[in-house]
C-alpha cells in the first residue's frame, strides 16, 4: 500500500488554511495543523479528524522560540514533512500613522520571519531526503504597493519574491515551490484587519474552498505563482506595464473607504 504523505499547515484553523487542510485531507495525505488559538484549532481537528490522522500545535507564530518549538514537535513525534504549506497571516487596515505598531511589527513577524524560519528548518531536511513540496501563500496584494495596508501588501510582496527565488533554487533538490496568490477572500481575515471590508477591494469575494482547490492544483502541476481567478490574473498584470506611481493611486482609490454619502 502506498505510504501516506504528511503536510504541515500553518494558520489551519479557519478560513483559506483550514480548507487547504482539507484538501489535502481528501487527498490522502496526513495532517499537522498549527493556528495560536487552541480552541479554534481543536475545533478544526475534530472537524478534519474524519478524513485523515491531525496533529495540532497551537502556539502564537509571532514568538520565534515557538517556530524552534514546532519543529521539535515534529521531530519528537517522528513526523516526516512531505508537503509544507506556509498560510498563516493577517493585515491591517488604516492611515500608517494611526495604525498601531506593535500590531504591524507582530504582522512582520508572522507574514515574514515565520515563513523564513520555518522554511529554513524544513527545508534543510527535505534537501536531505531529496524531495518536497512548499505552498507560500501571498497575495494578490503583492503585485503593487498598498495605501492604508502599507505593511501588509509589502509583506506579501515579501513573500512572492522569496518564494520564487526559492523555486529556482531548490529545483535541482527537485523541492518544489509554490507562490498562491488569492484575490479578496470570504475568511475572518476581513473582520480581524480593521474593517477593510468597507473599501471596494473587498467587494468581490472569492470562497476560501475555491482559493485552497486552486491552491492545491497548483503544487501538484508544480506552478512557481497561481493567481486565483481571472480578473485577479489581469489586475496582477497590469502593474508590470503602468508606473508604480499609477499602480499605487489605482490601488488606493480600490483601498479607500467608501464614502456612500458621495458615492
Ligand atoms: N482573506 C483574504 O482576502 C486574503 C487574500 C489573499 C491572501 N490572504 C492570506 O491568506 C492567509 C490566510 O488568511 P485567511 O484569509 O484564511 O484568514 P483567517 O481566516 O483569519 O486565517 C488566518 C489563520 O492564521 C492563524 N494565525 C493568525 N495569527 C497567528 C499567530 N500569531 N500565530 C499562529 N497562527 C496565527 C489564525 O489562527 P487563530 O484563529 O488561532 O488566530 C488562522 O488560522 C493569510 O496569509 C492572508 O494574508 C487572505
Known amino acids: 500500500m502506498k505510504k501516506k504523505k504528511t503536510v504541515l499547515i500553518t494558520g489551519a484553523s479557519s478560513g483559506i488554511g483550514f480548507f487547504l487542510a482539507k484538501e489535502f485531507a481528501m487527498n490522502y495525505y496526513d495532517l499537522v495543523i498549527v493556528s495560536k488559538d487552541k480552541e479554534n484549532l481543536k475545533n478544526a481537528k475534530d472537524s478534519l479528524s474524519k478524513l ?30 512531505d508537503v509544507l504549506v506556509n498560510n498563516a497571516g493577517f493585515g491591517t487596515y488604516g492611515p500608517f500613522n494611526e495604525t498601531s505598531l506593535e500590531k504591524e511589527l507582530d504582522m512582520i513577524q508572522l507574514n515574514i520571519s515565520a515563513i523564513v524560519h520555518l522554511t529554513k528548518l524544513i527545508t534543510n531536511d527535505m534537501i536531505i531526503k531529496g524531495n518536497g513540496k512548499i505552498l507560500n501563500v501571498s497575495s494578490t496584494a503583492a503585485f503593487q504597493p498598498g495605501p492604508n495596508m502599507a505593511v501588509y501588501f509589502a509583506t506579501k510582496s515579501f513573500i512572492l519574491s522569496f518564494s520564487s527565488a526559492l523555486t529556482v533554487e531548490l529545483k535541482p533538490h527537485n523541492i518544489q515551490v509554490t507562490a498562491l496568490c488569492p484575490g479578496p477572500t470570504k475568511t475572518n481575515f476581513i473582520l480581524k484587519s480593521e474593517h477593510c471590508g468597507e473599501t471596494r477591494i473587498f467587494k468581490n469575494l472569492l470562497s476560501p ?30 502593474p508590470k506595464f503602468s508606473p508604480i506611481k499609477m499602480s499605487t493611486k489605482i490601488s488606493n482609490y480600490y483601498l479607500t473607504k467608501i464614502d456612500h454619502k458621495n458615492s
Open 52 to 81: 485523515a490522522n491531525v496533529e495540532m500545535f497551537a502556539r502564537d507564530l509571532t514568538i520565534k522560540e515557538n517556530i524552534d518549538n514546532l519543529y521539535k514537535f515534529i521531530k519528537l513525534k517522528k513526523i516526516d514533512i
Open 209 to 238: 474552498q475555491r482559493v485552497a482547490k486552486e491552491g492545491f492544483e497548483a503544487l501538484e502541476n508544480n506552478e512557481m505563482v497561481h493567481v486565483v481567478g481571472s480578473k485577479n490574473k489581469l489586475l496582477s498584470i497590469l
